[in-house]
């Protein structure tokens, strides 16, 4: 199954309340009107590579999240998609999320790119970026 919205708000931060941590995420709402976000993070570059636990992805709860967990990531300016490598909801069926990003300011969307190419940095030919 795949989730599918359209986001009214994202981007990417790099401390989130004093803690070292990269992080970028979308929220928004489906076709019934219900509420919806999804969230990558991961260290910070100097981090020690032994506390490394990898990119960290989750959607819509913390029940929804792991680590490593994320098989592609394509991004554009209009469009986030993301594969799962198995469902990671209690009932096992969501194996993709797919945001729409037309509603999103310009510079929102090139902060979420840089973010995600230092969140996945590393991890050869899972994030794909698409300059259109």
Known sequence: M???????????VEDDDGIACLMCGASGTDADGNGHYLTFQRGIEEEDP?????????????????????SRCQISRTRLHVELTS??????????VTVDLRKIKSRDCKAMIVGLRRIFRNKKGI???STR
Do not use: M
């Open 50 to 70: 032994d506390d490394d636990w990898g990119v960290h992805f989750e959607f819509d709860d913390q029940i929804n999240g792991n680590y490593e967990c994320v």
């Open 127 to 129: 994030l794909r970026v």
């Open 87 to 96: 469902p990671i909801d209690p009932d096992g069926k969501v194996t993709s």
């Open 2 to 12: 795949q989730l599918v919205f359209k986001a009214i708000e994202a981007g990417f």
